[in-house]
């Protein structure tokens, strides 16, 4: 007789050993979690202080307050460290002189950001027995509403930023709350805003009376016209949900014409703006929009290259109030008012600058100096030998890229210079072009010269 014994194994012990090893798995895996988090916390602590940039702020005469985008920051001679990258505004205000602001590019690095500010003085100093001591804020008062009342006339009442009524009304509120005369332009712009809303709702623009009544409400919480005129819009704009390809069809059909933001109600600008408001964040409207800021933003540095320095701040200007989530615009217009002021301050006639002609042959290049003045332009070798003399009116146009200048005649010639400093010799040539020059003599006997004669 053959007995069978039957081992009965116990299921705990493989399901025993496979727990530790799903333990032990989740350990390890939790552990290099830890440790990558750890990781990159270490490289993030590191490497973020490099996406930041400092400024070393210096006024003249030091001891100016100075405030970084609407913060007060400290007192000059001051160091601001971790600033983002990007462009900020710099203001400095010191009792006694004209309020300083600019806007500056912070730059991501260790190396600090030099900004210095020449401060003007409001008025000559006045006598002991005249000097008074709120004579500084109430001075600093009355430039800021000069500057809101400037800035109300031109449309600008809370946009572009730093540079608006509503902006230098409430920096007139913070050196005198209960001002009255900043209080009415507060009052003055809110009203303008809502009329504006009202108008752009009555013609059916509804992208500008939604933009309209969200600054409305942005700037002045507690008013109730704004958040009953935002749900109105929306409510129009539900019921016109089906308009997006209509008006987009519009914007194409315009931007192809040319009409980027002009004539009003009837642009490529002004259409987009309606698909945008229709459906937020259409990818293609928005193509179609950052297209058209380039184009007219291209046409804006032509009218720099010609010398139109007016129409090119007008034109960067209304960029910036039209496009303010790009604060490159303002910018640019600022760099363009001060370039047009240091053009008006030249009292040279004529400048001349090392620059290298192009010539075509064996010798492609011919080092001299290129001579700008009120007559034309002169380029003249050391030895003489090659000499190029071209009179103002047998110029076309003037075209500076970089550091790279084209001179193109009446008579289609085209010359071409290269240099660093050319810049210089054209602003001085376009401003000595542009500004009047007495008759000569013999020009006043010919013109008076033989007063009946006829031609035959």
């Not at 109300?152 to 009524?165: H, L, Y």
């Not at 007219?296 to 200007?317: D, N, S």
């Not at 011919?366 to 110029?395: H, K, M, N, Y």
Request: with cysteine.
């Amino acid at each position: 007789m053959t007995t069978t014994y039957l081992v009965h194994r116990q299921p705990g012990f493989a399901l025993t050993r496979r727990g530790k090893v799903v333990r032990w798995i989740a350990v390890t895996l939790g552990f290099c979690l830890v440790a990558a988090l750890v990781s990159a916390g270490i490289l993030l602590y590191v490497r973020y202080p490099s996406a930041l940039g400092t400024l070393d702020v210096v006024t003249t005469p030091p001891g100016a307050e100075v405030w970084l985008d609407g913060r007060r920051v400290g007192t000059s001679p001051c160091t601001i460290e971790r600033v983002g990258s990007g462009f900020h505004t710099l203001r400095a205000v010191h009792e006694g002189f004209l309020l300083a602001e600019r806007e500056v590019l912070v730059e991501p690095g260790e190396q600090p950001e030099a900004v210095s500010f020449v401060l003007q003085p409001i008025k000559a100093e006045p006598p002991p027995a005249a000097r008074a001591s709120d004579s500084a804020p109430t001075e600093r008062i009355a430039e800021f509403m000069q500057r809101a009342e400037e800035a109300f006339q031109r449309g600008d009442w809370v946009t572009p930023a730093n540079d608006n009524a509503l902006y230098y009304a409430d920096a007139v509120l913070l050196i005198q709350p209960d001002n009255e005369p900043a209080r009415a332009m507060r009052t003055r712009v809110q009203n303008a805003l809502v009329r504006q809303a009202e108008l752009a709702a009555g013609r059916g623009d509804l992208a500008t009376a939604q933009s309209t009544y969200n600054l409305l409400l942005n700037r002045f919480p507690s008013d109730e016209r704004s958040q009953s005129g935002i749900t109105r819009i929306a409510d129009l704009i539900d019921a016109n949900r089906g308009q997006a390809a209509h008006f987009l069809a519009l914007a194409e059909a315009a931007f192809a014409a040319g009409r980027y933001l002009d004539p009003p109600h009837n642009n490529a600008y002004f259409y987009l703006s309606q698909v945008l408001a229709h459906e937020r964040g259409h990818p293609q409207a928005q193509a179609l929009r950052a297209e058209i800021r380039q184009r007219v933003q291209a046409q804006a540095e032509a009218r720099v290259e010609e010398g139109a320095l007016e129409q090119a701040i007008g034109e960067y200007r209304r960029l910036a109030r039209l496009f303010p989530e790009d604060r490159t615009l303002l910018y640019r217009a600022g760099q363009l008012e001060r370039q047009r002021t240091a053009d008006r301050s030249l009292t040279v006639s004529a400048v001349s600058v090392p620059a290298i002609r192009q010539t075509p042959g064996r010798r492609s290049e011919t080092v001299g100096t290129l001579r700008f003045s009120a007559t034309g332009l002169v380029f003249a070798a050391p030895r003489g030998a090659e000499s190029l003399s071209l009179a103002t009116e047998d110029i076309a146009g003037l075209r500076l890229l970089r550091d790279e200048l084209s001179v193109t005649t009446t008579a289609g010639a085209v010359y071409r210079f290269t240099g660093r400093d050319l810049a210089h010799g054209v602003a001085l040539w376009q401003t000595l072009r542009r500004s009047p020059t007495p008759a000569s003599p013999s020009s006043k006997q010919e013109s008076s010269a033989h007063p009946n004669h006829q031609p035959q």
